[in-house]
């Protein structure tokens, strides 16, 4: 698989990454299984996958313990990224990020994930309550202490909160000015993907100016652009997908030409709609690593097969053509 470099660290990792929350945490519990699990996590190793993505807060703490088990005895394969700053109560997430606390909490993401280095780790969300940069100073002193190699930050959250008017990473992009006066910003993790383009507006090129890297989150639309997922399916009570404007009967039916353009696609390569879907992500910058979540052997490697699919010029104009997606994100 092609290798990417990310940020000025100049970690060099596999081209598609995988995404590991799903295997423990919030997506369809009930088809969750440790041992399946390990599996994919081994097959996307296999199939020339390195960045593995996950975090303390999923589970809390199960999914960091399941790819600690997952790479024991194939660490020099894995690059492993986590994150801090968000705790789980029992009705609310709340953000911490004092430095005690960050300090705390990379030796425990140390210990689950049986490493003695975390090669990435991502402030999840900055606390109000606490300067981003006395945040971001602790997190740089566990890699000056050989914890860590590089940080990056999380802008999942970017569309809570933003003002009318504004550009979707406005308030990204001003706490990443923030923290790179203190520490140099490795990777942004944001959601871009064929029916979620906002990023490549603002973010993508801020980064792509400046030599940070971008972990693309959701490529896949939180699995819609796969074209498995037919209108009016189910989804468990547990999975925020149940919740979700976007995944009503009447709008996936009303998003079906996004998914049949990326089928049309994919036919002319002999791939999948998903293969295509992230090969568009790919097409966006070398500096962006799309981080497809599954906890399925063949949808791993699949993802991971997109990194085969060469695009035309004509095959992103025809996707840049397809139907803006319809539905409310949040």
Not at 103 to 123: E, F, H, K, M
Not at 177 to 201: I, K, N
Request: with cysteine.
């Amino acid at each position: 698989m092609e290798r990417r470099t990310i940020g000025s660290a100049a970690l060099a990792v596999g081209a598609v990454g995988l995404g590991c929350m799903p295997m423990s945490w919030a997506y369809s519990t009930s088809q969750q299984r440790g041992d399946r699990s390990l599996r994919t996590v081994h097959a996307a190793l296999d199939a020339g996958v390195q960045l593995l993505d996950t975090a303390d807060m999923y589970g809390p703490f199960t999914n960091e313990l399941l790819v600690g088990r997952a790479v024991k005895g194939r660490r020099s394969e894995a690059f492993l990224s986590t994150k801090c700053g968000l705790l789980v109560g029992d009705q609310h997430i709340v953000a911490n990020g004092r430095p005690g606390y960050v300090r705390r909490a990379c030796d425990a993401s140390l210990r689950r994930l049986q490493t003695d280095v975390i090669d990435l780790y991502q402030l999840h969300r900055a606390d109000p309550e606490v300067p981003v940069e006395e945040t971001w100073g602790a997190m740089a002193d566990l890699v000056t202490a050989g914890k860590v190699r590089a940080l990056g930050l999380s802008a999942v959250g970017a569309r809570a909160g933003r003002r009318p008017g504004a550009r979707m990473h406005d308030g990204t992009i001003r706490q990443l000015e923030r923290v790179q006066q203190v520490f140099p910003v490795s990777a942004v993790q944001a959601e871009l993907s064929v029916w979620s383009p906002e990023a490549l507006e603002d973010l993508l090129p801020w980064c792509a100016a400046r030599g940070v890297g971008i972990l693309a989150a959701m490529p896949l639309g939180n699995g819609y652009l796969t074209g498995t997922l037919k209108p009016g399916q189910g989804f468990e009570p547990d999975d925020p997908r149940a919740r979700h404007p976007r995944f009503t009967a009447e709008m996936m039916a009303a998003n079906q030409p996004v998914v049949a353009g990326l089928r049309r696609i994919a036919e002319q390569h002999g791939a999948t709609p998903a293969q295509v879907a992230l090969a568009w992500v790919l097409r966006q910058g070398r500096h962006v690593v799309p981080v497809p979540g599954t906890k399925r052997e063949q949808w791993a490697v699949e993802n991971a097969g997109a990194a085969a699919v060469a695009l035309t010029d004509g095959d992103l104009a025809e996707i840049d053509g397809l139907p803006r997606a319809r539905g409310s994100w949040y």
